[in-house]
């Protein structure tokens, strides 16, 4: 089978890798990819929101299966695309159609659906902007923390937790004068939930689901979980903090009722499904969803996989996950994000990259990396994660920052405390 993935970061390239293993591949191709991707499959030059520079590629060869790696296209409609396509419709894509992509394209329709079903989040109430002064009088009556978030798509930098209302009012202004576009003319303002946050995760056919393994990411830029939010800057699997029962209480009040609304609500879904959770005391909240395979939560969860991926996503796309078994290994996982200096902020990119050689233990994907004339160079904020799996966490961290002494680019920055709060 000949497999096309949509997108080009660390999660891509995970996704690439874990695949490019299966012996029911045939060709991998990766759109647009990136410097790490071509040494797993063929790097392709089509942007991901390219919908019809995609069917061409998609038909002229012969490609069994699509699997998107990032929200934007999903959210944009592409399983739909190739649904309603006559010769498409013949080729499945791992994602969710248009309508459950919502769960993550819009944080409004979120809490609105989980307030349907039951499903235990935090109290919320959405504005547009022309509501400005009522959005200001109700943020008002709340107390400090203030958790604000763009309801559209913001590359996981649209949530702001603001210490005091003079915070909370400019960040509210600066959102509905259009900070994230679209995005931000509607703004969710959450109560503050206390706790500890970890990452949950199914694969499912629509049918029935495979529970992967939890993690737990490192969204701040800085040490001690300081500084502006980010798309991540680590992550470890499994959670020390959420042992079997808590992990039975997910199942059966997060991850049921959300399947069961899907079905209720006749939505098609098809792909990974992401909890973004919240443990207050002894009881999970749900913070978001997220309607792809976390990044970089990718990279500690799919190493984990003893069994293919690729024939996990052929249960999916034929609906009969029921019969696949998903095999994990006893290890522990963790990764650091190797960004470029200033990220989420301004940064500078094309800065030349020095890899070691490749080790067994260790494993080294690419996000924001580019090949030019045989030069491997930033091309991004995250510019790469280093995983790496043992016995424990401590011994799997020493391995990754080993390694990354050995990496090195102008303006390499990391978190050095991963891990350190466990």
Not at 42 to 59: H, K, T, Y
Not at 177 to 188: D, I, M, P, Q, R
Not at 255 to 282: A, Q
């Amino acid at each position: 089978m000949n497999v096309l993935i949509i997108g080009s970061g660390g999660r891509e390239h995970t996704l690439a890798w874990k695949i490019s293993q299966s012996p029911m591949l045939g060709k991998l191709y990766i759109a647009p990819g990136n410097g790490g991707t071509q040494s797993v499959g063929e790097n392709v030059p089509i942007a991901v929101s390219d919908f019809e520079g995609i069917r061409r590629f998609v038909l002229d060869n012969q490609i069994g299966m699509v699997v998107v790696g990032p929200e934007q296209p999903l959210v944009d409609g592409i399983v739909d695309f190739f649904k309603n396509d006559l010769v498409l419709n013949r080729v499945p894509v791992i994602g969710p159609e248009k309508r459950g992509a919502l769960l993550e394209g819009s944080k409004d329709y979120a809490n609105r659906f989980m307030d349907r079903y039951g499903i235990p989040t935090a109290k919320f109430r959405s504005f547009t902007s022309d509501k400005q002064e009522e959005a200001l009088a109700y943020l008002r009556g709340l107390s400090a923390p203030y958790v604000l978030k763009a309801d559209g798509l913001a590359a996981g930098k649209g949530v702001v937790i603001a210490q005091t209302l003079e915070e909370a009012e400019h960040t509210l202004k600066e959102f509905f004068e259009g900070k994230f576009g679209e995005a931000s003319k509607t703004v969710v303002i959450e109560e503050f939930l206390e706790g500890r946050e970890l990452s949950a995760f199914i694969l499912t056919d629509g049918k029935t689901y495979k529970v992967f393994p939890p993690a737990k990411d490192y969204k701040r830029a800085g040490e001690k979980d300081t500084g502006p939010n980010t798309g991540g800057m680590g992550a470890l699997s499994p959670v020390p903090y959420a042992d079997e029962a808590f992990l039975e209480k997910i199942r059966r009040e997060i991850i049921e009722p959300t399947m069961n609304g899907l079905k209720e609500e006749r939505i098609d879904y098809r792909g990974f499904l992401y909890f973004g959770l919240m443990k207050v005391g002894d009881q999970p909240y749900v913070i978001e969803y997220n309607v792809r395979m976390g990044d970089p939560e990718a990279q500690v969860v799919i190493p984990r996989m003893h069994s293919g991926l690729l024939e996990a996503m052929d249960a999916v796309a034929h609906q009969r996950l029921d019969s696949y078994t998903l095999e994990l290994e006893e290890d522990y996982a963790a990764t650091v994000i190797l960004a470029s200096q200033g990220y989420p902020g301004k940064y500078e990119k094309g800065k030349p990259i020095t890899l070691p050689e490749e080790k067994k233990e260790v494993q080294v994907f690419h996000a924001g990396t580019k090949k030019e004339h045989g030069k491997l160079l930033t091309a991004g904020g995250r510019v790469m994660a280093v995983t790496a799996l043992a016995a424990g966490f401590s011994q799997a961290l020493s391995a990754v920052y080993r390694e990354i002494e050995n990496i090195d680019f102008e303006g390499k920055y990391y978190r050095k405390d991963i891990g350190h709060d466990l």
